[in-house]
């Protein structure tokens, strides 16, 4: 099976990368799955269900969210109805959405798809290593194949996840810095595994930002509302295959100018 998983869309720039390259991708790399961080899908904060629409019918199969997820408020009654799409599960249960959902992929498998979101800088309701096992659990109910976005700002809890779930997971992938990590790696046990996929927005930028408003933050130390950069956009992520049994057989970084 072959899986490609897009990294943080960041913006108009990168929902538009999406939309003009992705169906002529499942068709050049034969893929059978992809799944999208659409986190930063609405002007670099959050996801708006129009959006959301939009990525799905340019052929993702599911999409992930992270720590933007309620800077919009109209995502929260979309996730109630919402099959593929995942919001992080150690949220509060009576919260909108599931942290795990099931989707059918193009050759018929059924791949399940986990979001987490880290503790470092964040504020989930609970630690995301004392859910994982449940999702795990009730994941392999239905499939073998498992992919986890592991949203969080700190390499160690990433890399932590990784060895947590090697041999258990197909794949444990890194969101959030927007920085592609030169990790990329199969683990013992058959789990692909990368700190951080990157980013698919523009990368004439600070981490899909307009370089000069990003700078005024730092040079001024004042808030300032930031926008999507446009230019060098860019899709990355990582190309993964994996057999019958959820087993990861590669994985490679994966960078396509838009």
Known sequence: MRILFLADVYGAPGVSAIES???LLRAELEL???VINAENAADGVGLTP???ERLLAAGADCLTLGNHLWRRKEIGPYLIEAERVVRPANLLDKLP???LQVVTASNGQQVAVINLLGSFTMEPAQSMFSVVDGLLDEAHRSTPIVLVDVHAEATSEKVAMGWHLAGRATA???THTHVQTSDARVLPGGTA???DAGMTGPHDSVIGAKKELS????LLQQPQRLEPAS???RLEGVLMTCDDDGRATSIEAFRRNA
Do not use: H, P, S
Not at 215 to 218: A, E, Q, S, T
């Open 97 to 99: 959405g599931r942290g």
């Open 32 to 34: 059978d799955c992809v």
């Open 172 to 174: 444990v992938i890194g």
């Open 193 to 195: 595994y990368i700190t």
């Open 231 to 233: 230019e060098d956009v």
């Open 215 to 218: 700078l005024r933050r730092f």
């Open 50 to 52: 129009k959006l959301a």
């Open 21 to 23: 390259k992705l169906r």
